[in-house]
């Protein structure tokens, strides 16, 4: 690595430093890859393709069926195998949880692609 550090790609600051594999931004907290910093400017992968379990690439407002019995939380019962899905939104969620939805009997929830199919 070279003697000068990039600045802080967040916030600008100039005084970032190393820690372990990572450069760290002390004003903002924010630690981001060496690696990564040069890509920056570009996404490496382009456009992000959410796809089904099959492989199949998902969009805003398709529609899915369930591959799988899925537990939820508050409710006596599980969101049964073959249950379909109208209206997808594609979303950046927590843990993987990439559509966003309503499940008839169930309300507003996010799920994994890898637990659909494209209906």
């Not at 990564?36 to 959410?50: L, Y």
């Not at 843990?95 to 009997?105: E, L, N, W």
Request: with cysteine; proline share 9%; glycine share 8%.
């Amino acid at each position: 690595m070279s003697d000068t550090l990039p600045p802080c790609p967040q916030c600008g600051s100039e005084y970032t430093y190393e820690m372990d594999p990572l450069l760290v931004c002390p004003e903002c907290a924010h630690e981001w890859s060496p690696a990564t910093d040069a890509d920056a400017s570009t996404p490496a992968d382009g456009p992000r393709v959410v796809t089904d379990a099959n492989g199949t690439p998902l969009a805003d407002g398709d529609s899915v069926t369930v591959l799988k019995s899925l537990k939820v939380k508050g409710f006596p019962q599980a969101i049964k195998p073959g249950t379909k899905v109208k209206n997808i939104r594609l979303v950046d969620g927590v843990d993987d949880h990439d559509i966003d939805c309503k499940v008839d009997g169930f309300g507003q929830m996010q799920l994994k692609s890898s637990v659909v199919r494209k209906a």
